[in-house]
């Protein structure tokens, strides 16, 4: 299964957590912070996975914004790394070519989609559409007007760059 | 989406990501705290617009680093509120910041109850969400049946339903009790029909973990998930949105693969068939393609599919598809397909016999080892670890030496450890061993346990050709400049042992000896100086006739230390200066180290311990632990012995080298070859070994097995009061194993027998007993009074084990039935041999497996009791209290009716108790007994003569007093009621046989005035802990 997700970015900002097992708060900033420390310093082309404690942190860099996700040693990796591609497809189709500054602004929004993509840190639904559908749903009492001040920086900071086309 | 637009959230983050500085953010967090705890304090004129606002910030905020937790409550009162956007964020705010242990969520169980049960299919879905990512122990205690309910309901939208099997995977993570195993094994079939993908993918992960903790309940899902299989490969009637890059959902692929690794063979042959067609197709049909998803999701299945292979032990033809691919991808560019194919190479060596294939790819793997990524490097060291065996030992171990140099200091430790346990086990000569685990000290000292100094301490000890060499080389090392602390106490001791066997050597008279040790002594730590004290008093004792001049500098050492801050230095020089004047008595008193008994490695001991503390109930692990694993630690591969020139042997007078002698002869052929290179004759005396019977082994504690006998040298056999206690006191050390002159058997199991006979006795699978040579493993499975026994009989060796014979010994009331045990299991080779089994009535004796085996000359004979106890008759049964007192009434009295008072129980919580009584298969029913401190229990009993029965437990404890209580069987039968109360007498009552501690420290240790303090002393240390 999966214990935990974190996105965290290349300056070692969290962006997102979402914890399956039970860790304490003070267990929290622990791993994220020996985390950060064990996956942003690794350099590119190297594998995606990197041993931890007895667990395997799968991870995927997108443009500036790192996903990771814990899971059991014996697990199936590659599934879990096409897991973290498949939450982010989603996320670009939702956002439209998501960037990072999208998750910032919005990331309450990212964690109502990733509880549309997992569940107890197992695989809910594999169909981009059928999550579509449902975010779609409790869309509608508001359009997801583009909000100006995303917008406003996304131009100061030059980083209208969509995330997915900077997979590493 | 009400999620959006909210103008004041988008503000603040703005505002934060503008800050300058941490302090400049923690002043702009500060001041938002500030507001949004007045704007709680003043909850009434808050909108709840704006209390959802400032519940999204403080999870902002949160995540920042900052602590909120004064605002957890308002999160989670939000999840009552009426309406949805605020109660969506009081969900996932909650979901986000606490924990399944907090004690606010308690107060939302009845809402969330609400929200499950009532129409509304959006707060469904909300509440199921949050109880699948942090429902705790309360949550499946409550919400069970109605999350079980939605699963099954024909009336819910697939979205529904399959957020409720995920957040019934969660309950059932939490108590295994939530799932009623009689009832879902139908059920479980009927979700497996399910024609929706989404839901079927969360079905599938349930139903992994379902069949990993029962295996029996699921068998009829078995086809199912094959069909499963075989229409995604196949690609039929699958929608478009669920293919993944043109995969057919990889997701649902691989979790049904990872089911059907649970199962222990698939024996409808046409089942078999079309899964292997499956297989098939995924291992040649998976092809490197340039889009990385494609590529990672095409590979994901055929890595689950390699593991599944290995796991059916698949016809030889395609476990060598499958070596080649591996073979493939060990070699390949892309880092991920390189790392994982080390990785499951590293798995296939437990499982199958390939190793010779493997070790082709051996200088590929040392090229991994030396990869820029970490990850790889770590893969390609327990690969390298084991695959090793004696003809490839120097090879890998060299270049984990050299590798050591540049070694990540997050590795050397591990690495350290495998070098010396590699070195051990695959020795071609046991001066490389020394050689091997001083260059280990050198160059990463820090990282070198004791253990692996004691080890070599050990061995140069015992073996008696060694200890010039060994001598020699501790006298190079000292010349180095800077040396490791380690280095300095191995070095002082095997000099202040064995230097005198150099004396004629250039440099190494007893002065220049001297010399050059104690130019270390003003920089060494407390405990390296009571080891050079002690070289010392040696040197001054080998020092004949006495140098004067010699004298006088180790005395006046002695002297200084005299007033040394550490008492234990105190001592010593106080005693070695006197002794040191004593002339004659001296020889006796230091005389040279006693040898050691053999026992096994303590670094081996703590790699077995290692693997078996982690190993938890996954489809692999349980492999692992069956499988006689060459990567696993094996005591008696130390060739170290076995292709020792003979003529050493000539010179060993000691008892306990016929143990050596006695490995030798079992050593392997190949080994025995290489003895004949070296031009002698492999006259190697067998050992009469008399069949053993190890069933006192069995029964009584392990740690005592008859009364040490001190070993003492020859020349030391005086009468010297000072001489005899010391050597009684070396040898009579913590966990002192009888030497083998005690011993009827040369072949000792390296496992506790009564323990693992015990985890038998609780759970349906696992090794059974282990010696060098062979495993025995066992996995059992029972259907009412029947029971099916497999019995795994591994092959450690890479020689054939010969007159294999298994004899059961059924009790009266057992019927078994044990088919053909080949006569001969070929190497590393693994037969499974089942046992049928037929209960006739209750009763408490044990079957015995009467074993034999010869290997090389050795024959070896064990009696091992099964673990054919009776509950595993029992199937627990949850009966309401309406069934329940009508029944407990009528079963008045004795001798259907029983009740004793239990004392000297161990202290076990009520949880514990139940978790007991669980895996007894006794059905923990809460809510009969109002008393809390009392159990009831029921279990309904299987046997020919009885038929199904049901029992009745009760059990009172005293909170007071966890030590006593009191407990009350029924059963319609007497026998059954009497038996079942003995039963669970055994496993409440602490029994002494498997809490007996290793007897303390010798007795007679304190009284020797010669080692006053066992701790500092390494030859006392060692006896400890070898």
Redesign the interface.
């Known amino acids: 299964m999966i214990h935990f997700v974190i996105l965290i970015s290349r300056q070692g900002k969290v962006r997102l957590t979402k914890w399956y097992s039970p860790y304490q708060q003070k267990e929290r900033s622990t791993v994220i912070r020996e985390l950060s420390g064990l996956i942003l310093t690794r350099g590119p082309k190297l594998c995606n996975f990197v041993e931890w404690k007895g667990y395997k942190v799968v991870y995927r860099r997108y443009a500036s914004l790192y996903f990771c996700m814990c899971i059991d040693p014996d697990d199936n990796e590659l599934e879990v790394l096409e897991i973290i591609h498949h939450f982010v497809e989603i996320l670009d189709r939702y956002f439209g070519s998501v960037c990072e500054l999208d998750l910032i602004f919005n990331f309450h929004k990212a964690y109502y989609i990733l509880d549309e993509i997992l569940i107890a840190g197992e695989l809910q639904e594999s169909s981009k559409k059928a999550v579509a559908r449902v975010i779609a749903a409790q869309k509608t009492s508001t359009n997801l007007a583009k909000d100006s001040l995303v917008e406003n920086a996304k131009e100061e900071t030059g980083s209208i760059s969509n995330m997915i086309s900077q997979a590493i | 989406?009400?999620?959006?637009?909210m103008?004041g959230l988008?503000?603040f983050?703005?505002d934060v990501?503008n800050c300058q500085n941490k302090e400049q953010e923690r002043l702009r967090v500060d001041k938002e705290l500030g507001n949004i705890r007045t704007r709680f304090k003043n909850e009434k004129g808050l909108s709840p617009y704006e209390k959802k606002k400032y519940v999204?910030k403080m999870?902002?905020i949160y995540?920042?680093?900052y602590?909120v937790d004064f605002g957890h409550t308002e999160a989670v009162s939000l999840i009552s509120a009426p309406k949805y956007p605020e109660k969506?964020?009081g969900y996932?705010v909650t979901s986000?910041l606490l924990?399944?242990?907090h004690d606010f969520l308690r107060m939302v169980i009845n809402t969330v109850r609400n929200d499950i049960v009532g129409r509304n299919e959006?707060f469904q879905c909300l509440a199921?969400?949050m109880v699948?990512?942090?429902g705790?122990k309360e949550f499946s205690e409550s919400l069970a049946p109605d999350v079980q309910k939605l699963l099954i309901s024909s009336s819910c939208r697939p979205?529904v339903r399959?957020?409720a099997a995920?957040?019934l995977?969660?309950l059932y993570?939490k108590n295994s009790d939530v799932v009623n195993v009689d009832g879902w094994s139908d059920r479980m079939s009927q979700l497996l029909d399910e024609r929706d993908?989404?839901v079927l993918?969360?079905v599938m992960?349930l139903f992994v973990a379902l069949v990993s903790s029962n295996i029996e309940a699921y068998w009829n899902c078995l086809p199912k998930c094959v069909k499963i299989l075989e229409r995604l490969a196949r690609n039929q009637d699958v929608?478009q949105?669920?293919t993944?890059y043109g995969i057919p959902?990889?997701?649902?692929q691989?979790k049904t693969m990872?089911a059907l690794q649970y199962f222990p063979t698939i024996e409808d042959p046409n089942t078999r068939r079309a899964l292997f067609e499956v297989l098939q197709r995924i291992l040649m049909g998976t092809d490197v393609v340039k889009n990385?998803?494609k590529n990672?999701?095409a590979?994901?299945v055929l890595?689950?599919a390699l593991a599944l292979v290995m796991h059916l032990d698949a016809e030889k033809e395609m476990m060598s598809q499958c070596v080649a691919l591996l073979g493939k991808f060990i070699a390949v560019r892309e880092?991920?397909i390189?790392?994982?194919g080390l990785e499951n190479m590293t798995r296939m060596l437990l499982v199958s016999d390939v190793q010779d294939i493997i070790k082709r790819h051996q200088a590929q793997i040392i090229t991994s080892l030396k990869d820029?990524?970490i990850?790889?490097r770590?893969r390609a060291l327990d690969l390298l670890y084991g695959m090793c065996d004696v003809t490839n030992a120097k090879d890998i171990v060299e270049e984990l030496l050299q590798y050591l140099n540049t070694a990540d200091f997050a590795m050397r430790e591990e690495l350290a450890l495998k070098a010396a346990i590699l070195a051990e086990k695959f020795a071609p000569d046991l001066s490389w061993y020394v050689d091997v685990i001083l260059q280990l000290i050198d160059k990463a000292g820090d990282f070198v346990s004791d253990d692996i100094w004691y080890r070599v301490v050990q061995f140069v000890t015992n073996n008696e050709d060694l200890q010039p060499y060994a001598a020699a080389k501790a006298r190079e090392y000292l010349e180095k400049p800077a040396l490791h602390e380690t280095m300095v106490k191995v070095s002082a001791y095997l000099l202040g042992e064995y230097s005198h066997l150099l004396a004629r050597r250039p440099g190494c008279s007893p002065k220049e000896i001297f010399a050059i040790i104690n130019e270390k002594l003003p920089t060494v730590a407390t405990s390296t100086v009571a080891i050079l004290l002690s070289t010392y008093a040696k040197i001054l004792m080998h020092n004949l006739p006495p140098d004067p001049e010699l004298q006088e500098q180790i005395w006046s050492i002695f002297r200084k230390y005299e007033s040394y801050i550490d008492v234990e230095i105190q001592q010593r020089a106080v005693e070695y200066f006197s002794l040191s004047r004593k002339g004659a008595a001296l020889v006796d008193v230091l005389a040279e180290m006693p040898k050691f008994p053999e026992r096994q490695s303590a670094l081996l001991k703590k790699a077995e311990d290692a693997e078996v503390d982690?190993a938890e109930q996954?489809?692999?692990?349980i492999r692992s632990q069956q499988q006689t694993s060459n990567a696993l630690v094996v005591t008696d591969q130390r060739p170290a012995n076995g292709s020792m020139p003979v003529s050493q042997l000539g010179l060993v007078r000691m008892p306990s080298q016929n143990m050596e002698a006695g490995t030798q002869g079992q050593a392997s052929s190949r080994e025995q070859g290489m003895t004949d290179e070296n031009g002698s004759i492999n006259k190697v005396v067998p050992q009469d070994t008399p069949s053993a019977d190890l069933l006192g082994d069995l029964l009584g504690p392990l740690a005592i097995e008859g009364p040490p006998v001190p070993t003492v040298p020859v020349e030391q056999k005086d009468k010297n009061l000072l001489s005899a206690l010391e050597a009684t006191s070396e040898e009579a050390g913590p966990l002192a194993l009888a030497t083998v002159d005690d011993q009827p058997n040369s072949v000792q199991p390296i496992v506790n027998i009564a323990e693992r006979l015990n985890a038998l006795c609780l759970k349906d699978s696992g090794v059974l007993y282990e010696d060098p040579h062979i495993q025995i493993g066992i996995k059992a499975e029972w259907r009412a009074h029947h029971g099916r026994l497999v019995l795994f009989l591994g092959n450690k060796n890479t020689s054939p084990l010969v007159s294999v014979r298994a004899l059961i010994l059924p009790p009266t009331h057992l019927k078994m039935e044990l088919s053909m045990v080949p006569e001969t299991i070929p190497p590393r080779a693994q037969v499974q041999c089942p046992l049928e089994v037929v209960n006739i009535r209750a009763s408490r004796d044990l079957a015995v497996l009467d074993f034999s085996y010869k290997f090389v000359t050795a024959v070896v004979n064990v009696k091992l009791r099964l673990p054919v106890v009776l509950n595993k008759f029992f199937q627990p049964i949850l009966v309401s209290a309406e069934e329940f007192f009508p029944q407990w009434k009528s079963l008045s009295g004795p001798p259907l009716k029983l009740q004793e008072v239990l004392r000297g129980v161990k202290p076990l919580s009520l949880p514990e108790m139940a978790n007991l009584f669980t895996s007894l298969h006794l059905a923990v029913t809460p809510g009969i007994d109002a008393n809390p401190n009392n159990l009831v229990a029921c279990t309904t009993f299987y046997s020919e003569s009885t038929r199904a029965m049901l029992c009745l437990i009760r059990v009172e404890t005293d909170p007071s007093d966890r030590t006593q209580l009191r407990i009350t069987i029924a059963s319609g039968d007497p026998t059954l009621t009497f038996e079942l109360k003995e039963c669970i007498k055994e496993h409440l009552v602490s029994i002494p046989m498997q809490t007996a501690p290793p007897p303390a420290v010798s007795p007679v240790q304190p009284q020797s005035p010669v080692t006053p303090a066992a701790y500092n002393d390494p030859g006392a240390m060692l006896a400890g802990l070898l």
């Not at chain 2, 959902?249 to 649902?252: A, D, G, K, R």
């Not at chain 2, 996954?618 to 692990?621: D, F, L, T, V």
Request: a positive charge; one cysteine or more.
């Open positions: 989406m009400a999620l959006s637009g103008r988008s503000v983050i703005s990501r999204w999870l902002y995540m920042l680093g602590d969506q964020v996932i986000c924990n399944e242990s959006t199921l969400t699948g990512n942090i705790g979205l399959k957020k995920l957040c995977l969660r993570r993908l989404g993918t969360s992960s929608p949105e669920y993944y959902s990889p997701w649902l691989v990872r990385v998803n990672n999701a590979h994901a890595f689950e880092p991920n390189r790392y994982l820029p990524d990850s790889i770590r982690t996954s489809a692999i692990k």
